[in-house]
């Protein structure tokens, strides 16, 4: 999602084979862990542009196949509103997510296309979690566990049909209520 030559590719392949698009979901993204007075501005860039930029390109370019009705998804981040350390670039990315999507809301809301956030905190993932800092999480997290995969799945597809027809520009944060 980072070359605008892939999401080419994508919107030429959603216009050939479906024609028009009734939900986009933007779930593009990287993370990394550096502490701000290290942080290059090749990383700084690489992170913004997958996270936020790629949001931007995507939705510009599948634009002219959104027709009325049609939902947008962008898939943002627990951490844009509370920031943590050695990700500076990371909750910068995913703030502008939603800063973006409300804008693009306001834009698109007349043609009835509908553009939200789904914001998921901590989620168990096929990635190896050191147990210090899963335990760190569950202690955080009121519901006591990290969220699953089809938990984020439920919001998005739920912004996706016409049971939030009337949900529009908002962020749901999928946290566990972190």
């Not at 050191?130 to 335990?135: D, G, I, Q, T, W």
């Not at 969220?147 to 049909?161: D, H, K, Q, Y």
Request: aromatic share 6%; proline share 7%.
């Amino acid at each position: 999602m980072a070359d605008p030559a892939g999401i080419e590719r994508l919107t030429e392949e959603a216009r050939t084979r479906f024609g028009r698009v009734d939900a986009l979901v933007h779930n593009a993204g990287v993370i990394s862990h550096v502490p701000f007075e290290e942080l290059p501005p090749e990383e700084w860039d690489r992170v913004l542009n997958t996270n936020l930029t790629s949001a931007y390109t995507l939705l510009q370019s599948m634009l002219p196949l959104l027709g009325e009705g049609a939902s947008v998804i962008n898939v943002g981040s627990r951490v844009a509103t509370i920031g943590i350390p050695q990700r500076a670039h990371y909750t910068a990315a995913k703030a502008g997510l939603i800063g973006f999507t409300r804008s693009v809301a306001k834009e698109l809301g007349p043609r009835s296309v509908r553009v939200n956030v789904v914001a998921p905190g901590p989620v168990e993932t096929e990635a190896e979690v050191p147990e210090a800092v899963r335990e760190r999480y569950q202690r955080m997290i009121p519901l006591g566990r990290l969220g699953r995969p089809e938990e984020i799945a439920g919001a998005v597809l739920f912004l996706a049909s016409d049971l939030s027809s009337f949900v529009h520009g908002e962020t749901i944060h999928v946290d566990g209520g972190i």
